[in-house]
Every structure is written in C-alpha cells, then in structure tokens.
C-alpha cells in the first residue's frame, strides 16, 4: 500500500496533531500533479514523511492556518515551519535532507535546470485545459495544437543537448519537475499530443523505468474513476480507489 | 537596457556583491539579430560569462550570481529561511504585472481604478509579511535578496508618485526608507526626470526611447 493510501481530511474534520520528530508531513491529494512533484522528491531521496490527504471540495478550515488559499501541496515539519509552492516544497526538501542531490552541484547546470522549468511553464495550464474542454464534450484542437507547440520546444532541448534525461544521462529534478504531467497524458484522453516528438516518448519510457517514478505511479482505472467523480462534481471522488 | 526593472535586479546583485561585469544596453525597441542568440525570447537581462555560459530570466540570473560569486551571500544558508524569501517572491509576483498595467493605463489616460484596488490588495500582502516579522527588511535585520527583487517596482512607485498606496502599508514606507540608504540600491538610482521621459518615448514606440538621457 502506497504511502498516501490514506482517507482526505475534510471541512468538520479535527486538525492532525504536531508532526513528530524525525517525520515530515505533506499535505497533498492523490492525483494533484503539483503534490505529485513533492511526493516524487520524497520517495527519491527517502525521506520519512507521513501524508495527509485534503479533501479539495470540501476543505477543512483549520487547513487555511497550513496554506493562506488552501491549496495543495504544504510541507510541516515538527519545528511547526510551513513550506509551500510545489517547486519551492522540492528545492527546500534536495536542500534539507542529505543523500542523493537531485539538483546539480554545478551552478550554471542548476541555473539550466531552472531556465527549462521556464519553458516548461504553459504545460500544466494547456493539459488541464485540454482534459476540461474534452470531459465538458468542447473540442480542444487549438488547445492540443498549442501543447504540441511546447512539447515541440522540449524535443528542441532533448535533440540539442542529446541526452536521455533533461538534466543529461540520469534523472535529476528537471525530470521530476516535469513528469506528473506525462504521466497524466494518457489518462486525460492527450497521449497523441506526443505524437510529433520521438525524444519525448523516449524519455517518457525512460522515465517509467525509473524506481521512484513506478513507485508512484497512479493506476489508470483508479485514475479514470476519480475524473468520472470529480466532474460529476461528487466529494467522492478524491478518495476514490481506498480500499478501506 | 537601462529602465528595465527585470534587469535592474540583476544589476543590483551585480552591485551588492562586488561583482565586477560590463553592461551591455540592449534596444528593446528595435532589436540586433544577433541579441536572439543569446535569449531566443530577446528579453533583458541575459548573463553572459566568458565560457560563453548564458543565463536568462532575472531572478535564475541573481541566483546564479549569489552561488558562484564569494562575498557576502544573499540568499540564506538556512534552508527554511531561504523557502521564505521564495514564498514571499511568489506573493510579490502579482505586482510587477499590475504595476505594468497601471503605467499603461496611465499613459494611455484609461481608467485604472479597478487595477489600483487589486494592487493595493497586493501590497497589503507584503505589509503583512513586514508585520510578523517584525524586521526592517523582508528577510531580516539586513538587506537580503529578497528587498533587490522587489525593489525596483517600488523604486518606480515613488518615481511616479503612486503616494496613495502607502497610505495603508506603513511599514513598507519604512522598509522603502531603508532601501534608499542601501549602497547598491543608492548607485544605480533612476533619474525621475530620464524614466518619465522613457516612458513616454517607450509607448511611443521610439526607437529612442531606451537611451532616453545619455
């Protein structure tokens, strides 16, 4: 059972207790790409955490005193110290926490990792635009036509630079930065977007092999069910999948 | 280019670090070919080092110059507290936007007062992260990266007089007086005079404009 099997905490619900020594706790939701980066940090570095899942329909209140908009993800730790922004969340993780960097130590290749995060930027909105237009019966082509766009000028750094991985020959935290959203093609009905671009389906599959990725990896009908639930609008739908 | 507030951030870092570096001035109005090697956007600022490193995106600039450059840091060591300058730059975000919006509008002579109230929201923000901390600057007791990203923006608030916003955030009327005594902040000072008459030329679409006072 995967570390985030748990129930969401929702509005009426008690405040989990202080996080214990040793732990760090992340608030998150199961299939949030944005969470996804966090926890994918995590697992990379083996980080002992707990997390806490938040109903995002039906949000606590006392989870506003975590996050001023209630959203998602948010590091604690047993200091009380509160971490937000999903990128701000793995750069305070690779800083904090020893064992494998993820982040290069050379300077110009980290300022490289944060140049292709820039380009990488029109992804997240594109997909999700993409998945509401297509689940609320629109068409999407110009949509589509606008993520091939980008997914056009990530080839352009993959052929460029001839390597497997953004960061070069292993998986560094670009391709970790990157991934949620790829791995959420499929499931939104957009996996033809990829079509165009050979060195992006290669990292794709590379990427799939990689340990952390597989061991967060969210299984496609469970997937589907929760879109079903969430644009019926049900509370349900992020604790789709639980087996208790 | 000299009236970019992006780039005025880079100098800044530049500046407070001792960094020694040559200016290269870009016309952002009538572009070189060749500029769109170094940032296929063609935005300013771009880092270039002699290996022929470049570097682009103002903020990723100052933080590479904190890393490979020796002297004082400016950006903590302490995880967290480097987290809490970048969270506070994610609340900053909104007002170099509206800032922008709010200049046009009063060059074109539109009504702005939807765009004064979302800024003062915004601004009102970052009073609040003065409140709790209770410091001078808003990383600590010294300046810190987080005062150079923000500043320029608040360098052009007093140049045009948007007095009106600071009605309501005292403490950043005071974190404003503090920055003015900065020796960084104090060597690359806009000319009020130079950056109105840019920006008039600018809207303009006048070639001329970004060597506006030379």
């Given at each position: 059972?995967?570390?985030?099997?748990?129930?969401?905490?929702?509005?009426?619900?008690?405040?989990?207790?202080?996080?214990?020594?040793?732990?760090?706790?992340?608030?998150?939701?199961?299939?949030?790409?944005?969470?996804?980066?966090?926890?994918?940090?995590?697992?990379?570095?083996?980080?002992?955490?707990?997390?806490?899942?938040?109903?995002?329909?039906?949000?606590?209140?006392?989870?506003?005193?975590?996050?001023?908009?209630?959203?998602?993800?948010?590091?604690?730790?047993?200091?009380?110290?509160?971490?937000?922004?999903?990128?701000?969340?793995?750069?305070?993780?690779?800083?904090?926490?020893?064992?494998?960097?993820?982040?290069?130590?050379?300077?110009?290749?980290?300022?490289?990792?944060?140049?292709?995060?820039?380009?990488?930027?029109?992804?997240?909105?594109?997909?999700?635009?993409?998945?509401?237009?297509?689940?609320?019966?629109?068409?999407?082509?110009?949509?589509?036509?606008?993520?091939?766009?980008?997914?056009?000028?990530?080839?352009?750094?993959?052929?460029?630079?001839?390597?497997?991985?953004?960061?070069?020959?292993?998986?560094?935290?670009?391709?970790?930065?990157?991934?949620?959203?790829?791995?959420?093609?499929?499931?939104?009905?957009?996996?033809?977007?990829?079509?165009?671009?050979?060195?992006?389906?290669?990292?794709?599959?590379?990427?799939?092999?990689?340990?952390?990725?597989?061991?967060?990896?969210?299984?496609?009908?469970?997937?589907?069910?929760?879109?079903?639930?969430?644009?019926?609008?049900?509370?349900?739908?992020?604790?789709?999948?639980?087996?208790? | 280019?000299?009236?970019?507030?992006?780039?005025?951030?880079?100098?800044?870092?530049?500046?407070?670090?001792?960094?020694?570096?040559?200016?290269?001035?870009i016309n952002l109005k009538n572009k070189p070919e060749w500029f769109f090697k170094k940032n296929p956007l063609g935005l300013v600022p771009v880092l270039e080092n002699s290996q022929g490193q470049?570097?682009?995106?103002?903020?990723?600039?100052?933080?590479?110059?904190?890393?490979?450059?020796?002297?004082?840091?400016?950006?903590?060591?302490?995880?967290?507290?480097?987290?809490?300058?970048?969270?506070?730059?994610?609340?900053?975000?909104?007002?170099?936007?509206?800032?922008?919006?709010?200049?046009?509008?009063?060059?074109?002579?539109?009504?702005?007062?939807?765009?004064?109230?979302?800024?003062?929201?915004?601004?009102?923000?970052?009073?609040?992260?003065?409140?709790?901390?209770?410091?001078?600057?808003?990383?600590?007791?010294?300046?810190?990266?987080?005062?150079?990203?923000?500043?320029?923006?608040?360098?052009?608030?007093?140049?045009?007089?948007?007095?009106?916003?600071?009605?309501?955030?005292?403490?950043?009327?005071?974190?404003?007086?503090?920055?003015?005594?900065?020796?960084?902040?104090?060597?690359?000072?806009?000319?009020?005079?130079?950056?109105?008459?840019?920006?008039?030329?600018?809207?303009?679409?006048?070639?001329?404009?970004?060597?506006?006072?030379?």
């Open positions: 059972m995967s570390a985030d099997a748990t129930r969401t905490l929702r509005k009426g619900s008690c405040p989990p207790g202080p996080v214990p020594e040793g732990l760090i706790r992340v608030y998150s939701m199961r299939f949030c790409p944005y969470s996804h980066r966090t926890r994918l940090v995590l697992k990379a570095k083996g980080i002992r955490h707990e997390v806490v899942n938040i109903n995002l329909r039906s949000k606590p209140d006392w989870y506003y005193t975590k996050h001023p908009f209630g959203q998602i993800p948010v590091l604690e730790n047993s200091q009380c110290q509160l971490v937000y922004e999903s990128v701000i969340t793995c750069e305070y993780l690779d800083d904090t926490y020893p064992g494998r960097k993820l982040f290069p130590y050379d300077t110009y290749e980290r300022a490289r990792q944060k140049m292709l995060l820039e380009l990488f930027c029109k992804v997240p909105h594109l997909t999700k635009e993409c998945l509401v237009a297509l689940r609320c019966g629109r068409e999407c082509t110009d949509l589509k036509a606008s993520l091939r766009q980008e997914f056009s000028n990530l080839e352009e750094i993959l052929s460029y630079q001839n390597t497997t991985f953004f960061g070069g020959d292993h998986v560094t935290m670009v391709d970790y930065l990157f991934w949620p959203w790829f791995e959420r093609l499929d499931v939104y009905g957009i996996a033809d977007c990829v079509d165009h671009t050979p060195k992006l389906q290669l990292w794709t599959a590379a990427m799939k092999r990689d340990p952390t990725v597989c061991a967060l990896l969210i299984d496609k009908q469970i997937f589907l069910g929760f879109l079903n639930l969430y644009f019926q609008d049900s509370p349900n739908a992020f604790d789709f999948g639980l087996i208790c | 280019m000299r009236f970019c507030p992006f780039a005025q951030r880079t100098l800044l870092v530049l500046q407070a670090k001792g960094i020694r570096h040559e200016v290269v001035n470049l570097i682009c995106e103002s903020v990723i600039t100052c933080e590479y110059l904190d890393e490979a450059y020796p002297g004082k840091k400016l950006l903590p060591e302490d995880p967290y507290e480097k987290a809490c300058q970048k969270m506070t730059l994610e609340l900053f975000s909104k007002v170099s936007s509206l800032m922008g919006r709010l200049i046009m509008l009063q060059q074109s002579k539109g009504d702005s007062s939807g765009i004064k109230e979302e800024l003062q929201r915004e601004l009102n923000k970052l009073e609040e992260v003065l409140t709790k901390k209770t410091t001078t600057f808003l990383g600590g007791s010294s300046v810190s990266m987080i005062d150079y990203l923000i500043w320029p923006w608040f360098e052009r608030m007093e140049v045009l007089q948007f007095d009106e916003y600071m009605a309501q955030t005292p403490k950043l009327k005071l974190w404003m007086a503090a920055m003015r005594e900065d020796p960084a902040v104090k060597a690359l000072l806009l000319d009020g005079k130079n950056f109105k008459n840019f920006l008039k030329l600018y809207f303009q679409n006048s070639p001329e404009a970004c060597d506006c006072g030379l």
